[in-house]
């Protein structure tokens, strides 16, 4: 009987230390004010001195091959930069860091994350950019707050077709990859508002891409397009679009819809002439043909069309 009651008290005593350095080790996150005027750490070992008071990590170009479950224990985190290492594997236990709200793990090794990465909840903004991520995840659809994700220069193949329920992303960076095709989904991204396709082998576009409403940035420079859908004239909101460096023989009449463009850019492709309601296009400021066969008479229409444009032919 006696060990009994020795036992229950010592797991009420444990009990009794152990909650309040639960309560302790994860505090509330920062507001962003507070949380710019906190330092940033960049010796780990100090870090791991003070694990409940860490806010910022910085262990940029430090040769890590890993990311560590030591680090892991560093729950207050709220922004890492991990960029320019040779991390090629995240530890599972990143999913402690449930406050993560920035990370920078650009230039790095990494080709797949764990499933534990998928459940941090707060991440707004992350860079796995410059690493060899072979698709876009549907885990990334997990995040219900991520607002921007660079993943250029990877060698991305395909896009999950989850990335629609991806509904705060405002941001997607996409160039640089390898990619043929897009699913249809990206047309549901709703709140997307810049996105970056250049430098893959895109040779078409799903004409749902252009549902996006808030859509201000699309970037389809070199690729190997040969047409676009006449949708395009839905993206209403498009201020800049880059369309060079394709094979487009002819853009469609509805481009001319897009009355909120400032810049178009149709250099190097195949193009003999243009819409004939160029006049529609009010606003647009930069208009770029160089790199095509557009005869002087249309070259002449063009300019009289748009005649507060700069023109470069």
């Known amino acids: ?38 330092k940033v750490y960049y010796d780990v070992p100090e870090a791991l001195q003070q694990k409940g008071k860490i806010h910022r990590l910085n262990i940029r170009q430090q040769n890590y091959y890993s990311f560590p479950p030591d ?16 991390i090629s594997f995240l530890s599972p236990e990143v999913g402690n860091l449930q406050q993560l709200q920035e990370i920078n793990f650009s230039e790095n090794e990494l080709t797949a994350l764990p499933a534990s990465f998928y459940t941090l909840q707060a991440l707004q903004n992350v860079d796995f950019s410059h690493n060899h991520f072979t698709e876009l995840p549907a885990g ?21 077709p ?37 430098q893959n082998q895109l040779r078409e576009v799903p004409p749902a891409l252009f ?19 006449s949708q395009v004239g839905k993206a209403k909101s498009l201020q800049t679009l880059l369309l060079g460096h394709n ?42 043909l160089v790199g095509n066969s557009i005869p002087e008479a249309e070259q002449d229409r063009i300019r009289r069309a748009l005649p507060l444009a700069t023109v470069i032919f």
């Open 162 to 198: 989850q990335v629609r329920r991806m509904r705060a992303l405002h941001t997607l960076n996409l160039s640089y990859n390898h990619m043929e095709t897009l699913p249809p989904d990206i047309g549901k991204v709703r709140k997307l508002k810049d996105l970056s396709l250049s």
């Open 247 to 288: 094979q487009l023989k002819t853009v469609p009449e509805e481009l001319t819809r897009l009355e909120n463009l400032e810049l178009l850019d149709l250099s190097y492709n195949q193009l003999t002439h243009l819409p004939a309601a160029l006049r529609k296009m009010k606003n647009l400021r930069t208009l770029l």
């Open 1 to 38: 009987m006696q060990h009994i009651e020795r036992f229950i008290f010592t797991v009420l005593i444990l009990l009794a230390v152990w909650q309040p350095h639960k309560a302790h080790a994860q505090a509330k996150p920062l507001p962003p004010q507070e949380l710019a005027s906190t």
């Open 71 to 86: 680090l892991c224990e560093l729950v207050n985190l709220q922004f890492i930069n991990a960029m320019k290492n040779k």
């Open 140 to 160: 990334f659809a997990s995040l219900r707050q991520l607002k921007v994700l660079h993943l250029n220069e990877n060698k991305i193949r395909t896009v999950s």
């Open 211 to 229: 549902n996006l409403k808030e859509l201000k940035t699309l970037a389809l420079d070199f690729n190997q397009l040969t047409s676009l859908p």
